[in-house]
């Protein structure tokens, strides 16, 4: 499945049951990361071209499907692993 598809799916599931999409800058997508605890991130959509940052959506479809128990798109990795992952994207 598309990547674009996979993410329509999940962020139509996160529209429905989300009830503050209003602090997400307009380019931007909230995400939801930690294996126990969850963490609340911001990222530029731009991210997801990025094969590293599919592959975190690929593992989270696996995971979850489309049902994010956060309401929110949860990516199943560790905090530190995401920050070092958007630390480098970032420069890029």
């Given at each position: 499945?598309?990547?674009c598809?996979?993410?329509r799916r999940s962020l139509s599931s996160e529209r429905r049951s989300a009830s503050s999409g209003a602090d997400v800058p307009k380019g931007h997508l909230a995400v939801y990361i930690g294996e126990n605890e969850k963490?609340?991130?911001v990222i530029p959509v731009s991210y997801l071209?990025?094969?590293t940052f599919q592959e975190l959506l690929f593992q989270a479809e696996e995971?979850?499907?489309f049902h994010h128990p956060t309401g929110g798109l949860t990516i199943p990795c560790s905090q530190d692993l995401f920050v070092d992952l958007i630390s480098d994207l970032s420069r890029r």
């Open positions: 499945m598309a990547i598809q996979m993410l963490k609340r991130f071209n990025y094969p995971e979850f499907g």
